[in-house]
C-alpha cells in the first residue's frame, strides 16, 4: 500500500462565492423595482395646461368635501352626498354607456390624503381608464 505524500490544503476557494453572490446581487437588482406599489399618476408641473377631452363628451367630475361625503357632478349639479357604492354604480353605469368618458376627481384640500387616493383606486376599480385631478390656479 502506498500512501500519498500530499499535505492537506488550508486555503478556502472563493471563487465560487463570489460567483453565488454575483448572481443574488443580479436577481435582487431585477426584482426590487417590482417591490414597490402605487397609483399611477402624472404628477403636475408648475404650469397646467387644459385637459384634451372630446368636444362633445362631458367629463365625469367626482367630487369629495372636506367631511368625507361623495358628490357625482355630471350635467347636473348634486347637491346631497353619495355613498361610495352607490357613486361606483353610478359611475360604472356611465361608463359601460360611453367608455372614452374621462373621470377628474376633484378634492378639498383639508380632505386626507389617503382618502382621494382610495377614491381614485376604486374609481379605476369601476372601470375608469384614467383618472385625473382638478386644481385651481394660486
Not at 12 to 34: E, R
Not at 65 to 70: D, E, I, R
Request: hydrophobic residues 45%.
Amino acid at each position: 500500500m502506498s500512501r500519498s505524500k500530499r499535505k492537506p490544503m488550508s486555503d478556502i476557494n472563493v471563487v465560487p462565492y463570489i460567483d453565488v453572490m454575483l448572481v443574488l446581487l443580479i436577481i435582487f437588482m431585477v426584482t426590487a423595482p417590482m417591490m414597490t406599489q402605487g397609483i399611477k399618476i402624472d404628477l403636475p408641473q408648475l404650469e397646467a395646461g387644459p385637459v384634451d377631452t372630446e368636444k362633445n363628451s362631458e367629463p365625469i367630475v367626482v367630487s369629495i368635501n372636506s367631511s368625507g361625503g361623495y358628490f357625482l357632478e355630471m350635467s347636473s349639479s348634486s347637491e346631497k352626498p353619495m355613498e361610495l357604492d352607490d357613486l361606483l354604480q353610478s359611475v360604472s353605469a356611465i361608463l359601460e354607456q360611453k367608455p372614452a368618458t374621462s373621470v377628474l376627481v376633484r378634492g378639498d384640500k383639508n380632505v386626507a390624503y389617503g382618502a382621494v387616493v382610495s377614491l381614485m383606486s376604486a374609481l379605476q376599480i369601476a372601470g375608469a381608464n384614467g383618472v385625473g385631478l382638478i386644481t385651481e390656479d394660486p
